[in-house]
């Protein structure tokens, strides 16, 4: 089987952001800022038609940041595929989406536990460590890109 990443409604990330992220919330409470934005771009994961991996990538500056960056929000992959790339492929996919819409940079709020994994992609850590209830600490990292056509 061969993973393929595509589009998806939010309505579908939902849910699995809900189980594999923040089991500890609502569903309804997984919703950000961003996440119903006409250029919001909301990315599942599938194996032989299963999904087993999300992630989103929402027009947002970070502070400090330049004004067209893009934010790329809940990579998850269901805990029996994890270890296998799918998130790196996703990641990827984030921001192959952010340089399409003609970001200079994209960004993220990372679990502490996983800047290595976000470093070892070419993000740089642009902040320091904060806590971020109810989900725990966190650190921004951001990965400057050259822009390319604007378009979907």
């Known amino acids: 089987m061969s ?5 998806a409604d939010l309505s ?4 699995f952001r809900q189980s594999l992220l923040r089991p500890m919330q609502t569903v309804d409470a997984c919703v950000f800022d961003g996440d119903e934005a006409l250029d919001a771009d909301h990315l599942v994961a599938r194996l032989g ?3 087993v991996g999300i992630a989103s990538v929402v027009p947002s500056a970070r502070p400090g940041g330049p004004a067209d960056g893009r ?3 809940m990579v998850g992959v269901v805990p029996t595929h994890r270890g296998e790339g799918i998130g790196v492929e996703l990641t990827a996919a984030c921001v192959g989406r952010a340089v399409v819409r003609g970001a200079s940079e994209t960004w993220l709020s990372s679990r502490s536990h996983l800047v290595g994994w976000y470093r070892a992609m070419g993000f740089d850590v642009v902040g320091p460590e904060y806590d971020k209830p109810p989900v725990g600490p966190h650190v921004d990292l951001a990965l400057p890109l050259s822009p390319g056509p604007s378009g979907p």
């Open 3 to 7: 993973l393929e990443i595509g589009s």
């Open 12 to 15: 579908v990330v939902l849910p």
């Open 49 to 51: 038609g299963e999904v």
């Open 71 to 73: 934010r790329i929000r």
